[in-house]
């Protein structure tokens, strides 16, 4: 069974660092294209990072430069380094499978989430 | 960047058919895929590449794309199926590569 499951979130103040992790099973994650999307309290969706699995990596505008998205093979998880954080940061993160390994293919796992709160 | 238009909620009574329409620029061109997420809960892929359902998902979920509209159709609503409803691309001329529509909520009346 495919599971993936988030954790790292917490309170921390604006301009510190964080780092979540997601650890999966059921499948291997090097051989995936594994992502990173978050949810802002009250709000949609929005796409984050991907890792390939060839390594490459890609990043939304808004943490670009701040954001480093990462993978451990041994351990089978996904990580996601965030650092210079700010308060519009604030979200759910989800990490997320992409379906048949295809930059054109859906979501199709998805972890519980795990909750960012960037305040003071 | 590439832009999807959802509408912010739909309505229908149980046993109708629900439509939850997602406009982009010749999206009929990419392959759309749509969730579903309940309160507190992680989005489900109850649809992707345009039409294909997951397994699982029930054959009451249904999905089209063509010119510069998608659609997800839910026949038979049942209360269970309120929810968010998000579609989704991927658009390989954006930096921002992997785009969510603004979400529908869809309520069972």
Sequence with gaps: ?120 | SYVLTQPPSVSVAPGKTARITCGGNNIGSKSVHWYQQKPGQAPVLVIYYDSDRPSGIPERFSGSNSGNTATLTISRVEAGDEADYYCQVWDSSSDQNWVFGGGTKLTVL
């Design chain 1, 1 to 120: 069974e495919v599971q993936l499951v988030e954790s790292g979130g917490g309170l921390i103040q604006p301009g510190g660092s964080l780092r979540l992790s997601c650890a999966a099973s059921g499948f291997t994650v090097s051989s995936n294209y594994m992502s990173w999307v978050r949810q802002a309290p009250g709000k949609g969706l929005e796409w984050v990072s991907v890792i390939y699995s060839g390594g490459s990596t890609y990043y939304a505008d808004s943490v670009k430069g701040r954001f480093t998205i990462s993978r451990d093979n041994s351990k089978n998880t996904l990580y996601l380094q965030m650092n210079s954080l700010r308060a519009e940061d604030t979200a759910v993160y989800y990490c997320a499978r992409i379906h048949r390994m295809s930059p054109q293919g859906g979501f199709d796992y998805w972890g519980q989430g795990t909750l960012v709160t960037v305040s003071s």
